[in-house]
């Protein structure tokens, strides 16, 4: 039987674009967060991204879970409750659940209803026999799970895409702390992460030579400018990715061109010529840093797999 059970709403706050980006010009350095990247133009110019051939990391990712879904579903044993925290990654959680021995269900946590409904309406028709149980919620904040339909043999969360990679050191440790808690002891976490590399290979793959990733970048000032009324003049900023080395990630910044204000909710922020406003992290991590990010979250790692060059892989950290 194919089902998706009604979406369990545990209500999460709207979240305050408007005060957010406000509090984030009103910055020094001047942020914005990578999350608003994702209206639909953004999130059309990511599945572009996802197909250059500078970006090598969603087709690694999708290479291993093809390649190697045996032992990851070993890994993982039967009776799984599968939970994600995003409403699905489409082509990944469908191939990792279809390798899955006898999963027990599979549980979608989104702020988004209507992504949330979405993706479970498109998973249902993929996936014949596995149940689907949506869940609205914010998952940074404390939640609990649904009832499983049957009895589970443990729970694992599957983060893909290294959107770990896009919060900071300390969100993402709070995130991961948040995972162990949502699986419990005995669960698991399978996160992809991308890898160190060389710099030439890394800014490469934020800075296509087709200019889609800029193209998705300054559309953050496009979708500022529709939905909150900002004036930005976007031909006046240009896109800026580069591999901070110390930090170990690519750090992406809009530049303005030139002196220039910009007014937002009757407020004006001043840029300077070449002030650079810090809008995503990237991060990229070697063994040593997953292991001791992991243990920094009650985690171990408990088995990798990588494609054979090393570029990415997806851990799995048991808690
Ligand atoms: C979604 N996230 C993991 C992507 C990344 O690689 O940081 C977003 C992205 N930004 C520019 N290119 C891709």
């Not at 999130?43 to 996802?50: D, H, M, P, R």
């Not at 809009?254 to 001043?270: K, W």
């Amino acid at each position: 039987m194919n089902a998706v059970m009604p979406l369990i709403d545990l209500r999460p706050p709207v979240e305050d674009m408007l005060s957010e980006v406000c509090r984030g010009l009103a910055q020094t350095p001047k942020r914005i967060s990578s999350k608003y990247f994702y209206d639909a133009r953004g999130s059309a110019l990511f599945e572009q991204i996802c197909a250059q051939p500078e970006y090598y990391l969603t087709r690694t990712e999708l290479g291993i879970l093809q390649q190697q879904i045996g032992a990851i579903a070993e890994a993982l044993g039967p009776d799984v409750l599968l939970i994600e925290f995003g409403s699905g990654s489409g082509i990944k959680t469908e191939r990792l659940l279809r390798g899955m021995r006898t999963p027990v269900a599979y549980v979608p946590i989104d702020i988004s209803r209507s992504a949330l409904r979405a993706s479970a309406e498109a998973l249902r028709q993929a996936l014949p026999g596995v149940p689907i149980i949506p869940v609205c919620a914010d998952f940074t904040q404390a939640l609990s799970l649904p009832t499983a339909p049957r009895p589970t043999k443990r729970r694992v969360l599957f983060f893909p895409g290294s959107t770990l990679g896009n919060f900071s050191t300390d969100d993402a440790l709070a995130l991961l702390r948040r995972m162990r808690q949502v699986v419990g002891t005995g669960g698991a976490v399978l996160i992809g992460l991308d890898m160190k590399k060389s710099v030439e290979r890394l800014e490469a793959a934020y800075n296509d030579a087709a200019g889609v990733t800029a193209e998705f970048t300054l559309n953050l000032l496009v979708r500022l400018n529709r939905e909150l009324g900002a004036d930005f003049a976007v031909d006046r900023f240009r896109h800026r990715a580069r591999y901070n080395r110390l930090a170990g990630r690519i750090e992406t910044h809009l530049l303005s061109q030139c002196r220039q204000q910009v007014s937002l909710d009757g407020q004006r922020f001043e840029f300077a010529a070449g002030e650079a406003m810090l809008v995503e992290y990237s991060a990229k991590y070697d063994q040593t840093d997953v292991e001791r990010m992991a243990s920094k979250s009650g985690l171990a790692v408990e088995r990798v797999f990588s494609d054979a060059e090393g570029d990415f892989s997806l851990q799995l950290l048991s808690a």
